[in-house]
């Protein structure tokens, strides 16, 4: 076995492993779907923030009465909807509604997103109100400090009354009253832009007389573990900024939190110094408070076992308010799709430290998110994602033609002493060291280094994977069409060879059945065979173990990247292609001409057993 091939073996079966193990190690899982019951509150104090507002029901025992909320029974959407009174959201990128009891932000509709690539699927659903199974929603209160009790600070349960506003859109913010009926008066002015960020002013007037303390809060609140893809290679769960720190915590590691506030409460508390955020990402869309930029605040994530419920929160520091003084606090909400242009612009133009990591770049982040920016710019260009990536393949086989020059031209040169290597066995016979420092000899002489074959394939994998990241996690894939039946890059190829492609009248096997494995699309069959013409610049090597191995090669890799999304086969075909192309030129130059048409002949041919 020659030098050249033992290095194109090894090279193809570590990048064949390689993505084996990703195949096998970040499939999908089916989701649990957890019982849905209330969560239990807590109280907080009326020092700093130091302990949890309320969301849902009473407190604990032991602690002050919290106000309760939603009801015992799952409802429909249509039956929670109408538990309460309501203010109307309606802007170019969202439709929903504000519930007036609690002044809950719990009725979110996404209008650029369906739920499929067909326009008249339903919209994407964001957030769900308090007494539906999966309800998730925003609540915004404050925690009573002094002699207050939660009887006197709205919360949960307050019947807040429309001030001014009938319906909330970029233009129209609307503003919600409540009188406590013992001198305070609360007021919340919500206003959105054009895209995802809520601003809310939150006042309190005191009229009582003396001087009041209570701190201002802000609630993201999830009942029960949401539906997810449950891949190892994606984070869905609790995303946070603390002074320049990211944080990501899972959903399944919540109930296992340290408990710093009270018994059977897991919870992480973290005082922010100076600029944070934190709420709950999904896949492609987030829910995220952010408190104004520099101001300091208590960042919180917890779960409430007794309800399922798991939370996000942020704890601003204790306001006094003299008698006759308002006082009023602003902050953030983001809710909506995880856009990279919208969210750096938000970064930028409100100043939020690091908002643009709230996408799930992942550990090669370095990689990740410089091609993600090309392929963002590509696609201003062309207006297709599918094209976008051709050409980003080309940039990026252009950044490494230098060391693939060097890699094709060294493969050239191991062609052209070929004989020179078979003299070397015939002379050595079966003395394998005498034959390993001869040949060793000679491509230092001949100045070859037999390992540079392998360079290309091994600089493949981390660009593989960080494209693979990429169509995976950025909401820019999502549903992006390329041509023909490709509607969706983020998805694998649609067709199947099954029903001929379409032309028989059978719909294809289902994602996870056993038939699914056999449902090639046209993609993965021209990634099959682009691999397998690229084998063919070389002849089959002589070992019958090894031309094996090269004959099944190409059509392994067809059927393991057959489910890969089709942006990631498209990416890897125009590759092929390009590494054949620069692969024949090069060898030519070096006066190898590679015999492509006889070596596809050859191996068609019956071969004789191997008597050596």
Not at 221 to 244: I, Q
Not at 250 to 272: L, Q
Request: proline fraction near 8%; aromatic fraction near 10%.
């Amino acid at each position: 076995m020659d030098d050249q091939n033992k290095n194109l073996i090894l090279a193809t079966a570590l990048s064949f492993l390689v993505i084996l193990g990703w195949f096998l190690l970040f499939p999908p899982q089916e989701p649990a779907t957890p019982p849905q019951t209330e969560a239990a509150g807590q109280t907080q104090d009326g020092g700093t923030a130091t302990t949890s507002p309320v969301a849902t029901t009473p407190a604990a025992s032991g602690a002050a009465s919290a106000p309760v909320a939603g009801t015992a029974a799952p409802q429909s959407r249509a039956q929670a909807l109408a538990a309460s009174s309501r203010v109307s959201i309606d802007t170019p990128a969202l439709a929903g509604s504000i519930a007036l009891t609690g002044g809950r932000l719990d009725d979110l509709s996404l209008k650029d997103y369906h739920e499929t690539v067909d326009p008249k699927s339903p919209l994407v659903t964001l957030l769900s109100p308090v007494g539906m199974q999966d309800a998730y929603y925003v609540l915004y209160g404050w925690a009573p400090g002094g002699q207050l009790g939660f009887d006197q600070v709205p919360g949960a349960n307050t019947d807040w009354q429309v001030e001014s506003g009938d319906v909330l859109g970029p233009d129209s913010p609307v503003t919600l009253r409540w009188d406590n009926g013992a001198g305070l008066v609360f007021r919340r002015t919500i206003s959105v832009d054009d895209h995802y960020m809520f601003t809310l002013s939150q006042s309190v007037e005191n009229l009582t007389g003396e001087e009041q303390r209570l701190a201002p809060y802000g609630i993201v609140a999830r009942h029960g573990e949401p539906k997810s893809h449950k891949f190892f290679v994606l984070h869905e769960g609790v995303v946070s900024m603390s002074d320049g720190k990211l944080e990501e915590i899972r959903y399944s590691k919540m109930p296992d939190m340290e408990t710093p506030e009270r018994e059977g409460t897991p919870a992480e508390v973290i005082d922010v110094t100076k600029d944070g955020w934190i709420g709950f990402t999904d896949k492609y869309w987030m829910t995220t408070l952010v408190p104004v930029p520099g101001q300091g605040f208590q960042s919180v994530a917890k779960y409430v076992p007794s309800g399922d419920v798991f939370q996000t929160e942020t704890r601003l520091p204790t306001e006094t308010v003299a008698p006759g003084e308002t006082v009023e606090v602003k902050s953030y909400l983001f809710a909506g799709a995880k856009e990279w242009q919208t969210i750096k612009d938000y970064q930028s133009s409100l100043g939020i430290e690091r908002f643009i990591d709230s996408i799930d770049w992942g550990w090669f982040f370095f990689f990740t998110k410089p091609i993600f920016w090309v392929l963002h710019h590509l696609h201003a260009l062309t207006g297709n994602m599918g094209w976008s990536i051709i050409m980003l393949t080309f940039i990026l086989k252009a950044l490494v033609l230098p060391l693939a020059w060097k890699s094709y031209a060294s493969m050239a040169k191991m062609k052209e002493l070929q004989p020179e290597l078979e003299k070397l066995k015939e002379r050595t016979g079966d003395d394998r060291q005498k034959m390993q420092q001869e040949m060793m000899a000679l491509y230092k002489r001949e100045k070859v280094n037999p390992a540079a074959g392998c360079l290309p394939i091994f600089l493949q994998i981390p660009i593989f994977f960080s494209l693979y990241k990429v169509i995976f996690v950025t909401i820019e894939l999502r549903q992006a069409p390329w041509i023909g039946w490709i509607r969706d890059l983020s998805a694998p190829d649609p067709s199947s060879i099954l029903n001929l492609f379409g032309l028989l009248p059978y719909a294809p096997p289902e994602p996870g059945s056993m038939l699914a494995v056999l449902s090639l699309g046209i993609l993965p069959i021209v990634l099959g065979i682009s691999m397998w013409l690229q084998q063919k610049l070389n002849p089959a090597p002589t070992d019958a173990t090894q031309a094996m191995i090269f004959a099944w090669m190409p059509w392994v890799f067809m059927f393991m990247l057959g489910s890969f999304a089709s942006g990631l086969v498209l990416y890897w075909i125009t590759n092929n292609t390009l590494t054949f192309t620069q692969q024949y030129m090069i060898m030519r130059s070096h006066g190898y001409h590679p015999d492509l048409l006889g070596n596809i002949r050859s191996s068609f041919k019956k071969k004789s057993p191997d008597k050596s």
